[in-house]
């Protein structure tokens, strides 16, 4: 594993120390002390990483995907064991709690068991006889070398989105994780150094934008998945795809949330309360607009205001405590700039985070829930991924009006619903112009067994991560027609 205190990539079944000269520190954001440093690998690590896959791919792609599926079981074994390293190095790095910290391993090992039904997951099609005497087959053939990006905030769970599909499907798979939390991914690779993957199989390169690049133009390289910010997600989508690759590329989010008043408030106030606040509101499926309608405003409002001012802000392996910092100095103050830009227009701090800190962790990036209401719709502050524990306030006549609102928006990952009437659940559920939609649920989350379905700009591509649509886009088909005469045969 990695010594010096610096991180180490994984190629050719080895530990390897970057030859770069840039290394770039990865910080604890609850204590802000240096926790270790990241190499920036430069394209001739990509290219030695892409090589020794490529070298791997074909006895790899030949083994038979009952045998593939073993290394999988280990792994899932391996990870139940480490769960609790993992979810502290997960606190340690990107400063959720701990409690988050398991949940998204507890996700992330989901993704793994479903990939080992990959002998079910990649059967064909066929038919006899589509003319007389002639078949048609259609197999799934893995790829060849497919590779992923992934963002700072599930260092654990995201990159468990791709790597279980892509090698039970056959392929030989690269990661790129965030350089902001790149020490949960030396953990998961030192696991799956154990797991019995041969070499090439499965690697790890450390680095950011020049590392990235190198994977998009790597003629070797066939498919990408990428999950990090919009302008990013488009961005690689672009270039993966100009240079003839395969993309699925997921982006930000700015997730509304429709409050009925015939809805149970208390209890939707609590569950908003771990939608918005939950992971420091870092997390691509955050509520992060209420909006009430009609009279829901007077009661929801209220309580609103009390789950954000009670939720206690600490350091995430601290007892009691419901939500850890955001992940930079520079987040802080980009969402503390975004919030002064709602009262700018015309939006009330109904609860204030900011200008708060936490004893005996004075350096940390604290910003705590924040409540903005009266936000106007047609304003940035309604529109803008905040991404952090900010929830804005809106309210709308009718559900006509909501669900307006709801859909006037650029991104498409989430939107929910609290209500007690079916028929409003159903025309929501029917409308509302987003991937993965929620009823009576804060975090609409589909399990490993559903596609994760982003929207418009929050997706780039066709096949989304997880289950079928995971075997779908690491595999291609090939579809077979073939003719066997019994006058052609030897008789027997
Ligand atoms: P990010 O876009 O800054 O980084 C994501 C990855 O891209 C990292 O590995 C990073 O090294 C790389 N990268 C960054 N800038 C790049 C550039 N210019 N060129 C090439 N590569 C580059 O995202 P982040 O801040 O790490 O993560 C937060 C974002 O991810 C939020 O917008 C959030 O909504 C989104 N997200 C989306 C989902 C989803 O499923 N849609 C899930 C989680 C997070």
């Known amino acids: 594993m990695s010594g ?3 991180l180490m990539n994984f190629v050719g079944g080895q530990w390897q120390r970057s030859s770069s000269s840039q290394y770039i520190d990865l910080v604890n954001p609850a204590t802000a002390q240096t ?3 990241v190499p920036l690998s430069p394209a001739a690590e990509v290219d030695a ?3 020794a896959a490529a070298k791997a791919f074909p006895d790899w792609r030949m083994t038979p995907v009952g045998d593939r599926i073993q290394p999988l079981f280990k792994f899932r074994a391996l990870l139940e064991e480490h769960l609790d390293e993992i979810a502290r190095t997960i606190t340690n790095e990107s400063g959720k709690i701990y409690a988050e910290s398991v949940g998204e391993m507890r996700r992330g090992i989901e993704n793994v068991e479903v990939a080992c039904g990959a002998p079910v997951l990649m059967q064909g099609i066929n038919n006899e006889d589509i003319a007389r005497g002639i078949d048609e087959h259609m197999f799934r053939q893995p790829l060849g070398v497919v590779v992923a990006i992934t963002p700072f905030n599930f260092p654990g769970m995201i990159p468990l989105w791709f790597l279980p599909y892509a090698l039970a499907t056959g392929n030989c798979f ?4 965030s350089e902001k939390v790149s020490m949960t991914s030396q953990l998961l690779f030192r696991l799956l150094e154990q797991s019995g993957f041969p070499p090439g199989v499965v690697q790890l390169v450390n680095g950011g934008k020049e590392t990235v690049d190198a994977l998009l133009d790597h003629p070797t390289v066939k498919a990408v998945s990428f999950v990090g910010s919009t302008p990013v997600a488009q961005y690689v989508y672009s270039r993966a795809t100009a240079n003839g690759k395969r993309a699925q590329c997921q982006g930000g989010a700015k997730n509304p949330v429709v409050i009925m008043p015939d809805a149970d408030m208390e209890t939707t106030a609590r569950i908003m309360g771990d939608s918005a606040f939950g992971c420091a509101g870092q ?18 409002n209220e309580l609103m205001a009390d789950v954000a001012t009670s939720r206690r802000v600490g350091y995430g392996l601290d007892e009691g405590i419901q939500m850890g910092p955001v992940i930079t100095q520079e987040s802080k103050a980009r969402i503390e700039g975004l919030i002064a830009k709602g009262t700018q227009e015309g939006a009330n701090v109904l609860v204030d985070g900011r200008d708060r800190s936490v004893n005996g962790y004075d350096d940390g990036y604290w910003l705590f829930p924040t409540i903005l209401d009266n936000v106007n719709p047609g304003g940035e502050i309604a529109k803008t991924e905040i991404f952090g524990p900010v929830l804005s306030l809106m309210n709308a006549k009718n559900v006509d009006e909501a669900i307006e609102m709801v859909n006037n928006r650029a991104f498409g990952n989430m939107a929910c619903i609290f209500t007690t009437s079916g028929a409003v659940a159903r025309k929501f559920r029917y409308a509302a112009d987003a991937g993965n939609v929620g009823i009576n649920i804060g975090v609409a989350a589909p399990m ?8 418009n700009a929050s997706f780039f591509g066709d096949l989304h991560a997880q289950a079928h649509h995971g075997v779908e886009f690491y595999t291609q088909t090939k579809v077979v027609v073939e003719r066997w005469p019994q006058e052609w045969s030897r008789q027997f």
């Open 174 to 177: 690269i990661l790129k994780p």
């Open 448 to 455: 490993a067994y559903f596609p994760f379905s982003g929207w």
């Open 49 to 51: 990483a892409v090589q």
């Open 35 to 37: 926790l270790t440093a």
């Open 4 to 6: 010096n205190g610096n």
């Open 283 to 300: 997390r691509c499926l955050a509520a992060s607009v209420a909006i009430t309608v009609g009279e829901a405003r007077n009661t929801f």
